[in-house]
Antibody, heavy 117, light 106 residues
Framework: QVQLQQSGTELVKPASSVKISCKAS????????MHWIRQQPGNGLEWIGW????????KYNQKFDGKATLTADKSSSTAYMQLSSLTSEDSAVYFC??????????WGQGASVTVSS | EIVLTQSPTTMAASPGEKVTITCRASSSVSYMHWFQQKSGTSPKPWIYDTSKLASGVPDRFSGSGSGTSYSLTISSMEAEDAATYYCLQRSSYPLTFGSGTKLEIK
């Protein structure tokens, strides 16, 4: 079955960077868009952007331009999101979600990022 | 950016009660998609392309709407339906979610 396995909890310092992974299985990784979504504590969902692993094309929410960088490794069916210049505002749970048969119809379990000195 | 406004923000319904959650878009969208999220878990696809139920979703759920007004309806509330529901539009970038409707059981 379709599975997205994300990396674990991260505790990082302000001004640093963090890279979150999302390993896909059960479907053709290169033929489906992978989205990234942020959920700040107690808040709703925000779309960060997508990557098309087949050709590496990306589309970002302008709000996250310069903050998030999406990449994908076809050999390991893994998508990555790097977040840079971290502040407390970046403390959140980050989800990957694949367009498999429809719209964001497979989700990872979420990766918690806490930014604190 | 298309802003999605959900109402109500929170609500409580009794078992067997009919529930309607609305999602209004600041500009016309082609379809609306809905997700269910329970505390501490990932969102689940619930309704896609406005009215199609995702796999495993009970048929007491339905979706409808067009243009700038969409809704999710539960014909008869059950305890397991207590969750937060989000709408999503992907008609234009950036993709945007509604702020969520928290549905509780009375």
């Amino acid at each position: 079955q379709v599975q997205l396995q994300q990396s674990g909890t991260e505790l990082v310092k302000p001004a640093s960077s963090v890279k979150i992974s999302c390993k896909a299985s059960g479907y053709t990784f290169t033929s489906n868009y992978m989205h990234w979504i942020r959920q700040q504590p107690g808040n709703g969902l925000e779309w960060i952007g997508w990557i098309y692993p087949g050709n590496g094309n990306t589309k970002y929410n302008q709000k996250f331009d310069g903050k998030a960088t999406l990449t994908a490794d076809k050999s390991s069916s893994t998508a990555y999101m790097q977040l840079s210049s971290l502040t407390s505002e970046d403390s959140a749970v980050y989800f990957c979600a694949a367009d498999w048969e429809g719209v964001m119809d497979a989700w990872g379990q979420g990766a918690s990022v806490t930014v604190s000195s | 950016e298309i802003v999605l406004t959900q109402s109500p923000t929170t609500m409580a319904a009794s078992p067997g009660e009919k529930v309607t959650i609305t999602c209004r878009a600041s500009s016309s969208v082609s379809y609306m998609h809905w997700f269910q999220q329970k505390s501490g878990t990932s969102p689940k696809p619930w309704i896609y392309d406005t009215s199609k139920l995702a796999s495993g979703v009970p048929d007491r759920f339905s979706g409808s709407g067009s243009g700038t007004s969409y809704s999710l309806t539960i014909s008869s509330m059950e305890a397991e339906d207590a969750a937060t529901y989000y709408c999503l539009q992907r008609s234009s970038y950036p993709l945007t979610f509604g702020s969520g409707t928290k549905l509780e059981i009375k």
